[in-house]
């Protein structure tokens, strides 16, 4: 830990200096993205005290994490910063003038003709030894045919203007080699592809309210939709409706490459999607008035709760009848609606009418249960530890409301009367009694903690034997024992 820093006032006070080779031939060639990206974290470097950290550089900048790595990437490729991990991402600032890595020397009577081309491609200015040296390196490295590297540098000039600079050439032609095209006859049959889809790069502008022409990033992802991905126009003019707010070629590919993950191909499929969607908003909308809670976006809402709650087969009734029921039981959250949801599904009540009668059952439950309180001499609201005891007399002993009321009836005045009714049915239940007859005729326990009666020997059992018996019991461990 270093014994001094500075303060916050004088690192406003100081500069970040900016190579005057990035302004002059890069810049012209970056997004704005691209130069915040770069300037921001040049600033960084120069400032090791700040939070240089990946969340931190996402939050200042309001960008996600892909799009900053992806941006890096592209400054790697043009030899500006290298990348010497993703995760955690740690980039590495070059010298823009390579003075730790001298260029390769090159024999100029191989190059003579290309030279000779090259110039004559840019007839307002000389081009300098150094942009030569980054022509050759490239195709000296991704095996690219000259011929077909003035073809690129031609194509570029015919869409950026003469002032076209080298990094931003090399950057078209590395991602055409990437993809394979590294030859005259590649060139020309990639040209001709950006030429056939003059009329449905037209229609895609449009439906994305642009006009004038595309760039070239814009044309290969039409290429990448079309070709790679098995997309119809009709398809992506359906994807670029289903944008909210500004419509851009970015969001558009997003939400493309959100339908290619989930196979989602045609125009028909993404009409219904776009549908599900919106009755999945009027959905939450519903269950928010009817929980008490209000959000201005649903984007989160949908993909968390109301979306998983669909894919298990809950109707769009039986959800806000949970949100109404949730907020009268005082549950006024999505995470405790949750709860109660999962509830639901695990009794398999999916409906509005199977919850409706699920709780029509469980009030002339609860009123039964009342009564068997009520007949201990007690006055109090049933608890889930009633309905417990309830479950197991009636469905799994399998007494009947007449003899459970008689059983309670003998634990009137006790201090604990339940427990006590457990003992007094657990006593008929050993002597088979089942009618309120046979149950008089069985001798009540005498104390709610006697264990062992009179006359009665107990016995050992081996650790084998409760092993045996105690894991037949649902939901123990035999590791417990």
């Known amino acids: 830990m270093s014994f001094a820093k500075l303060s916050s006032d004088f690192l406003m006070e100081t500069f970040t200096l900016v190579d ?179 009329d449905d790069m037209t229609s895609v502008l449009s439906a994305l309210g642009r006009k004038g022409g595309a760039e070239l990033e814009e044309k290969q992802m039409l290429l990448k939709w079309t070709r790679s991905w098995g997309y119809s126009l009709d398809a992506i003019l359906t994807a670029a409706k289903t944008l909210k707010g500004s419509k851009t070629f970015a969001k558009l590919d997003n939400k493309l490459d959100e339908f290619y993950r989930m196979s989602i191909f045609s125009a028909e499929e993404m009409a219904d999607f776009a549908k599900h969607i919106e009755e999945l908003r009027s959905l939450a909308v519903a269950i928010n008035k009817n929980l008490g809670v209000f959000y201005e976006s649903f984007e989160h809402e949908i993909e968390v709760y109301v979306s998983p709650w669909v894919a298990k087969g809950f109707d769009a009734d039986a959800l806000t009848k949970i949100a109404h029921h949730c907020f009268l039981s005082n549950v006024r959250t999505l995470d405790g609606m949750n709860t109660v949801v999962g509830k639901f599904y695990s009794k398999g009540l999916l409906t509005s009418e199977s919850i409706d009668d699920y709780i029509d059952a469980q009030i002339r439950q609860d009123e039964k249960i009342k009564k068997v309180i009520e007949a201990t001499g007690r006055t109090r609201n049933v608890t889930n530890q009633d309905r417990e005891y309830y479950e197991t007399w009636s469905a799994e002993w399998l007494f009947d409301d007449s003899v459970i009321l008689y059983a309670a009836e003998q634990a009137s005045g006790r201090t604990y009367p339940l427990p006590y009714v457990n003992q007094i049915l657990s006593a008929f239940k050993s002597a088979g009694a089942k009618t309120v007859e046979e149950a008089k005729k069985v001798a009540l326990p005498t104390s709610s903690a006697s264990r062992v009666a009179e006359n009665y020997q107990e016995r050992e059992y081996t650790k084998e034997e409760l092993r045996s018996v105690i894991t037949s019991i649902d939901g123990l461990s035999a590791d417990n024992i």
């Open 20 to 198: 005057n080779l990035f302004i002059s031939e890069y810049l012209p060639e970056c997004d704005e993205k691209q130069v915040k990206i770069y300037l921001y974290g040049l600033y960084l470097c120069t400032n090791p005290s700040s939070n240089n950290s990946l969340d931190a550089l996402c939050s200042n900048l309001n960008m996600s994490e892909k799009e900053i790595i992806s941006i890096y990437s592209f400054f790697e490729d043009m030899g500006l910063v290298q990348i010497v991990s993703k995760e955690p991402l740690e980039v590495k600032y070059l010298s823009l003038k390579r003075a730790n890595q001298p260029p390769k020397k090159y024999k100029s009577e191989k190059w003579n003709d290309f030279n000779v081309h090259l110039q004559q491609l840019f007839p307002e200015r000389m081009l300098t030894p150094n942009e030569y040296n980054e022509y050759y390196m490239f195709i000296d490295s991704t095996k690219f045919d000259p011929e077909a590297m003035l073809m690129v540098v031609q194509y570029c000039i015919n869409l950026k203007g003469m002032s076209v600079r080298y990094p931003y050439i090399l950057t078209v032609a590395r991602n055409w080699a990437n993809e394979g095209v590294k030859t005259v006859k590649d060139v020309e049959e990639r040209l001709e592809e950006y030429e056939r889809q003059h």
